[in-house]
């Protein structure tokens, strides 16, 4: 059995309620194919079962692994949507998967063609279904990030920071009310 959803209100799960319906298709495992976009982008988006109402695209990133990072921590509160090429996807997920706990990750390529690769789960998952050859042509990635994880992780980065400062109580209090943290965490 084959079903289509069609909307008349935009492309599924770009500000489109179709987006939740999309959600739990993935949830129960149904295979998702998209019908061509005006763009990979919002191909992509389309079948991610990754909630996409608002995004940041990126186009294609920066080749050095600092300054992916400067990057992806201007925009980590909405999902992230960026091309990456075969040669330099292995490195781009080396990346996220070191410095941020990535909640959700979608990969395409080749939409809408004969060849098409669509993955939704792990960074892990997908390097264990994706073999290196077949790492061919150019990407489309969406990534979201556990914000409570990435607030948790700065936070203990700045306590360190702050521990080996070796600040006076008071100067302590004043930096972590600045940096919306406990100080009693601080000064522990």
């Known amino acids: 059995m084959n079903l289509a959803l ?12 179709g987006a939740h319906l999309l959600t739990q ?13 005006p763009s990979a982008i919002t191909t992509l988006i389309s079948v991610s079962g990754i909630l996409c109402n608002q995004f940041t695209f990126l186009g294609f990133l920066p080749k050095k692994e600092n300054d992916k990072i400067r990057a992806f921590n201007k925009c980590i509160e909405f999902p992230i949507v960026f091309f ?34 669509v993955f939704t789960g792990s960074i892990d998952e997908f390097k264990s279904s994706i073999k290196d050859s077949e790492i061919k042509g150019e990407w489309v990635v969406i990534v979201t990030f ?43």
Do not use: W
């Open 25 to 37: 298709l993935h949830k129960e495992s149904f295979p998702i194919v998209p019908l061509p976009g």
């Open 146 to 188: 556990n914000l409570k994880a990435l607030k948790l992780d700065y936070e203990n980065k700045t306590i360190e920071a702050l521990k080996e400062a070796r600040l006076s109580m008071k100067q302590t209090k004043v930096v972590a009310k600045l940096l919306n943290i406990s100080a009693n965490k601080a000064n522990k």
């Open 6 to 17: 069609v909307s008349d209100a935009g492309t599924p799960n770009i500000a489109d309620p």
């Open 84 to 117: 990456e090429s075969a040669k330099r996807l292995n490195a781009t997920l080396k990346t996220l998967d070191i410095h941020y706990p990535v909640k959700e990750i979608c990969l395409g390529k080749e939409l809408s063609k004969k060849f098409e690769t």
